[in-house]
């Protein structure tokens, strides 16, 4: 199975701050990974798809990157309502797996 | 809009079974595969189980396999998920989510609780 190592596995930081997320697979995906946003209390959504490419609606301070084995997801200025747990989640092979989720705070 | 809808969770007994069920709506379900992905309390998410557009593949996480069988019926827009020997180590929020193929999965329902306790 494919290993998907996130980190960091909380952060905190304040409104208007750069956020970065990093995902790492235990072997190439190529580009066959998403992230997504949970918010307390509420099922997953989607951000982004195929490493970079924003899910409709989604806010433009939302940026995916990578290929391979790593891959970052950054916020470029996180607002309140970013407050949520981030998942990555490779689909390259089956099993599909997760990371092991990112929980960002607001100071 | 497109929708999912799951039911089915409860509490029950250690060993017992339970079947979910996830019912879809404003898109044509038959041509999508579905998934199955879980969130035990306080803990991350888990990929569960994908069954194929049509239903002739599937696939289980290892942690369920041979307890639990993904399914669905295309006549009624409805996706299942059979669950045998239950442990309580299968408490979880239980969400059903849409694939599109390269692209992940992009339609997720609200989530049905199951806990299995004596």
């Known amino acids: 199975d494919i290993e998907m190592t996130q980190s960091p596995s909380s952060l905190s930081a304040s409104v208007g701050d750069r956020v970065t997320i990093t995902c790492r697979a235990s072997?190439?995906?190529?580009?066959?990974l998403g992230w997504y946003q949970q918010k307390p209390g509420k099922a997953p959504q989607r951000l982004i798809y195929?490493?970079?490419t924003l899910h409709s609606g989604v806010p433009s301070r939302f940026s995916g990157s990578g290929s391979g084995t790593e891959f970052t997801l950054t916020i470029s200025s996180l607002q309140p309502e970013d407050l949520a747990t981030y998942y990555c989640?490779?689909?390259?092979?089956?099993?599909?797996?997760f990371g092991q989720g990112t929980k960002v705070e607001i100071k | 809009q497109d929708q999912l809808v799951e039911s089915g969770g409860g509490v029950v007994q250690p060993g017992r079974s339970l079947r979910l069920s996830c019912a879809a709506s404003?898109?044509?379900?038959?041509?999508?595969?579905m998934h199955w992905v879980r969130q035990a309390p306080g803990k991350g998410l888990e990929w569960v189980a994908l069954?194929?557009?049509?239903?002739?593949?599937?696939f289980h996480a290892h942690s369920v396999r041979g307890r639990f069988t993904i399914s669905r019926d295309n006549s009624k827009n409805t996706l299942h998920l059979q669950m045998n020997s239950l442990r309580p180590e299968d408490t979880a929020v239980y969400y059903c989510?849409?694939?599109?193929?390269?692209?992940?999965?992009?339609?997720w329902g609200q989530g049905t609780t199951v806990i299995v306790s004596s």
């Open positions: 404003g898109f044509t379900f038959r041509s999508y595969a």
């Open positions: 072997q190439d995906i190529r580009r066959e």
């Open positions: 195929s490493a970079s």
């Open positions: 989510a849409r694939e599109r193929g390269h692209y992940g999965l992009d339609v």
């Open positions: 069954v194929s557009y049509d239903g002739s593949k599937n």
């Open positions: 989640l490779q689909h390259y092979r089956d099993p599909w797996t």
